[in-house]
């Protein structure tokens, strides 16, 4: 059987492109397995799952508990918000105590970023990132290029460009690196004052006229603005940002090309998109969701087979 190159899913950086293509096609046949009558399989049956959240998540929590649940995994959840980590117990501490119940994966969504590198580092479990603070969040990219591919055919050659708030995004890095590894070419668009300085230095084109960006690519990434994790203010007002980066029905019109628009979520309806662009067939956004429980499948699925090949 083909195996991933990694132990864990830390980053989509720490990934090969055969990593990122055997993803794909495991997860294909999780997409097969998914819209059967009966949507369950065997094939982590001795295996237990930590779904630790410090964060909140709707989408990728509840995505990767179902993805456990389809591939027979015992799982426990937890979440920080009602835990004893408010009682000032450390990470590590927790994450010990979770695992001297027998627990074989741990999928983490951190606040803090390299998050996951640490804990891999410091405990005998395999460590799956669900989002490490503005670091990575490698399965949501590895989704969005798999969304990206199932409607265009393939990667290679393909223009994308990731609009928003750069700067605080965990998306927008993992999307890079994962696109770039698939042949796409990546541009960043967003307001100057959210835009990482040396974004350039990792191969990135960047275009702060939205317009242009659109008549560029094939395929518009919207993000959200992270309000929270925002110290100071990067743009006059919400109004403002609407106008320059809000992507409407008729600026799409105005394109000479369709463009396929996506959102990883949660969307803030009417400024980054309108709800008429979310809601239309240009969007994948509901795709990119369904695309998530096999694309999670496909992860835990690889990450297991290498505690059986090892142990
Ligand atoms: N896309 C994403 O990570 O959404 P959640 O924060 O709801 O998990």
Not at 145 to 170: A, F, M, P, Q, T
Request: aromatic content about 4%; proline content about 4%.
């Amino acid at each position: 059987m083909d195996q991933l190159s990694v132990d864990h899913l830390l980053g989509i950086q720490q990934l090969t492109p055969q990593d990122i293509q055997l993803i794909h096609t495991t997860a294909d046949q999780f997409k097969e397995v998914i819209n059967r009558p009966i949507k369950k399989v065997p094939s982590l049956r001795d295996i237990t799952i930590a779904n630790l959240f410090f964060e909140n998540s709707t989408r990728t929590k509840l995505s990767f508990e179902l993805a456990e649940k389809r591939l027979s995994a015992d799982v426990v959840n937890f979440s920080a918000a009602q835990s004893s980590v408010k009682k000032g117990e450390t990470l590590i501490d927790t994450v010990n105590n979770i695992l001297a119940m027998k627990v074989d994966i741990v999928v983490m969504r951190h606040p803090n970023p390299g998050a996951g590198v640490f804990l891999s580092k410091h405990i005998n479990a395999r460590i799956v990132n669900a989002g490490d603070g503005a670091h990575e969040h490698p399965t949501q990219a590895l989704l969005d290029s798999y969304s990206i591919k199932e409607r265009l055919g393939s990667l290679e050659g393909k223009k994308v460009v990731i609009v928003g708030d750069i700067l605080h995004s965990r998306v927008a890095l993992s999307n890079i690196y994962c696109l770039q590894k698939l042949g796409a070419q990546v541009m960043v668009c967003g307001p100057a004052t959210l835009i990482p300085r040396h974004i350039k230095d990792l191969g990135v084109l960047v275009e702060l006229d939205l317009k242009k960006a659109l008549q560029w690519c094939d395929v518009a990434n919207m993000l959200r603005v992270q309000n929270e994790r925002m110290d100071i203010s990067y743009f006059p007002s919400v109004r403002e940002y609407v106008q320059q980066y809000g992507v409407t029905r008729k600026l799409l019109d105005s394109l000479d090309k369709e463009i396929v628009i996506m959102h990883p979520g949660p969307i803030n309806r009417g400024v980054e998109i309108t709800s008429e662009v979310a809601d239309s067939s240009q969007a994948i956004i509901l795709n990119q969701v369904e695309n998530g429980v096999a694309i999670r499948m496909a992860v835990l699925y690889l990450i297991a087979s290498k505690i059986q090949h090892h142990d």
